[in-house]
């Protein structure tokens, strides 16, 4: 199968800060170079301040890095600017957030409406309360965030992420504010919307469970892929 | 398409949220006030024209010295204008033994075209034909006339009883309380008769070679009336000339300007403040959208997406503010106009529509400066901040932010202020305020962190917290204090000017000149004024000359264009001289002469020039100008310039020299004195000792500034509370800006256990803080707006009251603490989840 995802000598220093203001710089993420194949499963692993985190914003282009290059459906992430980056964004991913990420003044529906609004769609009402539907919340469609539970919010940005079709899925400790009961709720019904949609997913999280659900494991360590 | 119906969905959801409340009333304000001044200086304009026009009559007179052309009223009659023509002279009346040379004017059906003559008893006592375009003929009927009170007073006549003028006898009907015509010069010594021009025949004193000044008044369309003043001045023989309120005297033009300074400035403040209430929201408006914009970038929006998105919106809010603002404007003028007494009487036609044009521009550009240019920052907030909340507010496009905003508000001062000077005065005082108030507080902030101490907890942590956010504390002291200057100038600052401008026409300012005083009489006046028994007058020398050269080259009237350097050249002025300067003028330029420089020729020829004038004739400082007095020639050269304030109602002088030029010129003395109402007598009897004597009564003038002034007083607090209005805005964002944060640390520190009773202590701590240095900032600001109102708009002495001191520092306390305490009481009665999760 082709690679979808290709790291390659990823790295990412930083300047800390420091009490005479200069800075020291400092390594969050090490030469990191590893393939995800289209349709494939990832799970990232690792310790709090590991650099999980630094890794998924750079795979996902939101961030850039100190060196080294991602590939994203064969095409240079960084050599595009950084409105090039959202575009690539917007076509190829979609993303799931430990802290859901919902627009607080729209309601479910119009949440799950905005990637595709932004994209152009005329259907996307239409497409949305599908999505929606997929994940069990038409009924709370015109509902606004902040009256929603935790895992119903989840499920609204997991109707988000996969409205428009994305051939990868970025997410980020899914489950870390959610019950144990919700979270495992979110995590099957994110890997059926993957099996379904065909989608590559690349997860994170420190969650030895949760990682085992997918295909594959990457392990980090102080910036440096270990496993 | 859908990234507007986003962005319109966004903004009606944000909406509900009270996200826009803040920016929306700001603006509406700004737009109101701009409004509300454009459009009512607008119709003041027209009313206080009006009332200077009535002075005079009409809109245009054509005066001359021999019957005009009927061809001038066919003109102004085909233009769709209101015309009459009155005729003066002078004559005796005789009234059983005594007579007494009078100035008779003939009117005919229709007089005044603008104004009224207000008489006792009232007119009309019958019902009359209606005249012209629906106005009520108000001019003598047959056989009767209309006298001054002088008259009556000085042949010791009754209303009622029968006088001769020339051929035929008239009944007094009525005396003259208010009369027209004084606007205009001082020309009207004598007492005044107004008769029906029907009657004039009758007395037989219009006869070949008697001295008649002919009026030709015009009234109507202003278009037409400038149509026609244009289409005259070509046709004018050299006896004939164009009178109009622009003629008037100094001293009303100058009370109209201070009060057109002043509305434009009161209006300007309250701009301002609603800028800064404007970019307070916006920046809140920033930091609540920062995680929106960060995920809308996630999902793959471009930058122009995320500023279209906001573009269309506050676009939207622009236009909904501005129609707002505009018809809040209209209906607070057209509320003013009802609620002024002499405005709801004078039937004014509607304001034009530029005024309001005008403020929904400056309420764009309001827009465009402080607020949208800060919401630029949102377009370049990063996507990483989806998964890195503390990444704060990109930082890039600020310079440029407040660069434009202080563009903004130097064009809208400049074009406001109406003068450059002023405005940049203003605004460059505004600024060097707002910093100096900023380092304050900031460095009173950090002062105070260093001794809390030794003092309770929550004093100790409100002090920390203060410092901490030293920055952004300071911003909201300067932000609060700005508001409360806006309620200390509101209620303190503007009955000090207030007061102070009335001050300028004391009870006893002069309402009597008196011209044409001999050095022989100089004695026998001042014995004369003892025996009154009235103040001392002071007696200026007075001598008549005439410029005829600048620097050595002559000058005569062709070498002016404008008709009223023309004239001044073309006729003799008014010169005097002076040891020292009058006290109501001021030097601009050079210096005045001291005795010292008295000695050596060079010395002794000093002059002194009105700084207006000056302009007018192209002098400077430093120029030699030649004078000719009856028939000798003497040069000297110009070593001061002065500011004279005409509406003082002093005796004023365009030219004074040092005495050693003038002393040995023909001269005469001139004074000016106030004359008590109980006194009228007196004046009649200086008339009568010294018959040679002009004295001019001045009083009217001094009534109508007074009306300027009243009427500006009436009006400006009204103006003022948008002002206020603005001033409230900017507390609340300045205190809202603050809210968000405020909110997160109470959840933090409830859930580490301290409980409401110590939060509300730390809250009511900062508010102190933060509420007495605003106050103090207020008061510091309002005097200081309070001075600048005052000696460069309406150049008066300023001393602001001592009391305004505490009732900043202790009402900004308050006031602050009773705000913060309403917007943060919930927070330590909530539990910190349902804090935390909102």
């Known amino acids: 199968m082709a690679a979808i995802v290709q790291s390659i000598d990823l790295s990412k220093q930083v300047l800390s800060p420091s009490i005479d203001g200069q800075g020291q710089p400092l390594t969050i993420l090490h030469e990191a170079s590893f393939t995800v194949d289209a349709g494939e499963s990832l799970a990232i692993l690792g310790a709090s301040g590991s650099g999980k985190s630094t890794l998924l914003g750079l795979l996902a282009g939101l961030d850039v890095p100190s060196s080294g290059s991602v590939l994203l459906n064969s095409i240079d992430l960084f050599s595009l600017d950084e409105d090039g980056r959202a575009k690539l964004r917007g076509e190829l991913a979609g993303f799931v957030f430990q802290s859901f990420q919902l627009l607080p003044a729209l309601n479910a529906l119009e949440n799950v409406m905005l990637p595709l609004e932004l994209g152009g769609a005329t259907d996307a009402r239409e497409r949305a309360a599908e999505s929606l539907c997929q994940v069990g919340l038409s009924e709370r469609a015109h509902h606004l965030p902040k009256h929603l539970s935790g895992g119903e919010q989840q499920r609204v940005a997991l109707a988000r992420a996969f409205v428009t079709r994305p051939k990868i899925l970025f997410a980020d400790e899914p489950t870390g504010n959610l019950d144990a009961a919700t979270g495992a709720q979110i995590i099957e019904l994110m890997l059926e919307l993957n099996r379904a949609q065909g989608t590559t997913l690349i997860l994170v999280t420190h969650d030895e469970a949760l990682a085992k659900h997918c295909g594959r494991q990457l392990r980090l360590e102080a910036g440096r892929v270990v496993q | 398409m859908n990234l507007l119906r986003l962005s319109l969905n966004l903004l009606r959801r944000d909406w509900r949220a009270g996200e826009w409340r803040v920016l929306l009333l700001a603006l509406v304000l700004a737009v109101g006030s701009l409004a509300t001044v454009g459009l009512f200086a607008d119709r003041v304009r027209q009313a206080l024209q009006q009332q200077a026009q009535s002075l005079v009559g009409a809109d245009l007179r054509i005066v001359s010295a021999r019957p005009l052309p009927p061809g001038y009223r066919a003109a102004a009659q085909a233009r769709g204008l209101r015309t009459v023509e009155s005729r003066t002279f002078l004559s005796m009346v005789v009234h059983g033994e005594q007579t007494l040379l009078s100035e008779i004017q003939t009117v005919e059906s229709g007089y005044p075209l603008r104004g009224k003559i207000v008489i006792d008893p009232p007119f009309p006592p019958a019902p009359l034909p209606q005249v012209g375009e629906g106005r009520m003929s108000s001019i003598p009927l047959h056989g009767t006339i209309w006298v001054s009170g002088r008259l009556l007073r000085r042949l010791e006549l009754s209303v009622g009883d029968e006088v001769g003028i020339g051929a035929q006898r008239f009944t007094v009907a009525a005396r003259i309380v208010r009369d027209l015509d004084h606007a205009v010069g001082f020309a009207s010594f004598a007492p005044r008769v107004v008769m029906n021009a029907d009657d004039l025949g009758a007395t037989g004193l219009q006869q070949e070679g008697s001295r008649i000044t002919y009026r030709l008044m015009v009234a109507g369309d202003t278009k037409q009336v400038d149509a026609l003043r244009a289409e005259l001045k070509a046709k004018l023989s050299g006896n004939e000339k164009l009178e109009d309120m622009r003629d008037a005297r100094p001293e009303i033009r100058t009370a109209l300007e201070r009060a057109e300074h002043f509305f434009g400035l009161a209006a300007l403040t309250a701009a301002i403040l609603a800028g800064v209430a404007m970019a307070l929201a916006a920046r809140r408006f920033v930091l609540r959208h920062l995680d929106t914009c960060a995920m809308l970038r996630c999902l793959g929006a471009q930058q122009e997406q995320v500023l279209r998105l906001f573009l269309y919106q506050f676009l939207l809010l622009g236009v909904i503010a501005v129609l707002l603002g505009c018809g809040l404007g209209y209906a607070t003028q057209a509320g003013l106009v009802a609620f002024i007494e002499s405005m709801r009487n004078a039937e004014l036609p509607q304001p034009s529509v530029l005024p309001a044009l005008k403020a929904a521009a400056s309420g764009f550009a309001l827009l465009l400066g402080f607020a949208f240019l800060p919401l630029l920052q949102l377009r370049r907030v990063s996507p990483l901040r989806v998964l890195r909340r503390e990444l704060g507010v990109p930082q890039a496009s600020t310079g440029l932010a407040y660069g434009v905003a202080l563009l903004v508000l130097a064009g809208l001062f400049l074009w406001q202020a109406g003068s450059l000077n002023l405005g940049m005065a203003m605004l460059g005082g505004l600024l060097a305020g707002l910093l100096c108030f900023f380092g304050c507080a900031w460095l009173l902030m950090r002062g105070m962190e260093r001794h809390a101490n030794r003092m309770a907890s929550h004093w100790r942590h409100a002090f920390n917290n203060l410092a901490r956010h030293g920055r952004a504390n300071a911003m909201q002291v300067v932000a609060l204090g700005l508001g409360g200057m806006a309620l200390?100038?509101?209620?303190?600052?503007?009955?000090?000017?207030?007061?102070?401008?009335?001050?300028?026409?004391?009870?006893?300012?002069?309402?009597?000149?008196?011209?044409?005083?001999?050095?022989?009489?100089?004695?026998?006046?001042?014995?004369?004024?003892?025996?009154?028994?009235?103040?001392?007058?002071?007696?200026?020398?007075?001598?008549?000359?005439?410029?005829?050269?600048?620097?050595?080259?002559?000058?005569?009237?062709?070498?002016?264009?404008?008709?009223?350097?023309?004239?001044?050249?073309?006729?003799?002025?008014?010169?005097?001289?002076?040891?020292?300067?009058?006290?109501?003028?001021?030097?601009?330029?050079?210096?005045?002469?001291?005795?010292?420089?008295?000695?050596?020729?060079?010395?002794?020829?000093?002059?002194?020039?009105?700084?207006?004038?000056?302009?007018?004739?192209?002098?400077?400082?430093?120029?030699?100008?030649?004078?000719?007095?009856?028939?000798?020639?003497?040069?000297?050269?110009?070593?001061?310039?002065?500011?004279?304030?005409?509406?003082?109602?002093?005796?004023?002088?365009?030219?004074?020299?040092?005495?050693?030029?003038?002393?040995?010129?023909?001269?005469?003395?001139?004074?000016?004195?106030?004359?008590?109402?109980?006194?009228?007598?007196?004046?009649?009897?200086?008339?009568?000792?010294?018959?040679?004597?002009?004295?001019?009564?001045?009083?009217?003038?001094?009534?109508?500034?007074?009306?300027?002034?009243?009427?500006?007083?009436?009006?400006?607090?009204?103006?003022?509370?948008?002002?206020?209005?603005?001033?409230?805005?900017?507390?609340?964002?300045?205190?809202?800006?603050?809210?968000?944060?405020?909110?997160?640390?109470?959840?933090?520190?409830?859930?580490?256990?301290?409980?409401?009773?110590?939060?509300?202590?730390?809250?009511?701590?900062?508010?102190?803080?933060?509420?007495?240095?605003?106050?103090?900032?207020?008061?510091?600001?309002?005097v200081l707006l309070g001075w600048v109102l005052a000696r460069f708009v309406l150049e008066i002495p300023y001393q602001a009251s001592v009391i305004i001191w505490p009732v900043g520092g202790f009402g900004g306390m308050l006031l602050v603490m009773l705000a913060g305490w309403l917007g943060t009481r919930r927070l330590v009665t909530l539990s910190p989840l349902a804090i935390l999760r909102e």
């Open chain 2, 488 to 782: 200390l100038s509101l209620t303190l600052v503007r009955g000090d000017l207030l007061q102070g401008w009335q001050g300028k026409l004391p009870p006893d300012t002069p309402n009597r000149f008196v011209v044409n005083i001999q050095p022989d009489q100089r004695q026998p006046m001042l014995d004369f004024f003892a025996r009154a028994p009235l103040p001392p007058p002071q007696l200026l020398p007075m001598v008549r000359g005439r410029l005829v050269a600048i620097n050595a080259r002559p000058i005569n009237g062709d070498s002016y264009a404008e008709p009223r350097a023309r004239e001044l050249v073309e006729r003799e002025f008014n010169l005097s001289y002076a040891e020292k300067m009058p006290e109501w003028n001021e030097l601009v330029q050079g210096r005045w002469w001291s005795p010292s420089s008295g000695k050596g020729e060079e010395g002794a020829a000093q002059l002194s020039v009105e700084e207006g004038i000056a302009v007018k004739l192209g002098i400077h400082l430093g120029d030699e100008l030649t004078y000719d007095v009856a028939g000798s020639r003497f040069t000297a050269r110009v070593t001061s310039l002065r500011k004279v304030q005409w509406d003082s109602m002093q005796v004023n002088f365009f030219v004074i020299a040092t005495p050693e030029l003038l002393r040995d010129s023909p001269v005469s003395y001139i004074t000016s004195f106030y004359l008590p109402p109980e006194k009228l007598r007196a004046g009649d009897q200086l008339a009568r000792e010294f018959p040679n004597l002009l004295v001019i009564d001045t009083g009217e003038v001094v009534a109508q500034v007074r009306g300027i002034i009243e009427q500006v007083s009436q009006t400006i607090s009204i103006l003022f509370l948008f002002t206020l209005l603005s001033g409230i805005a900017v507390l609340y964002a300045a205190l809202l800006a603050a809210q968000d944060e405020r909110i997160q640390e109470a959840a933090i520190l409830r859930t580490l256990g301290a409980d409401s009773h110590y939060l509300r202590r730390l809250h009511l701590s900062e508010f102190a803080v933060l509420g007495l240095l605003s106050g103090l900032f207020s008061a510091g600001g309002a």
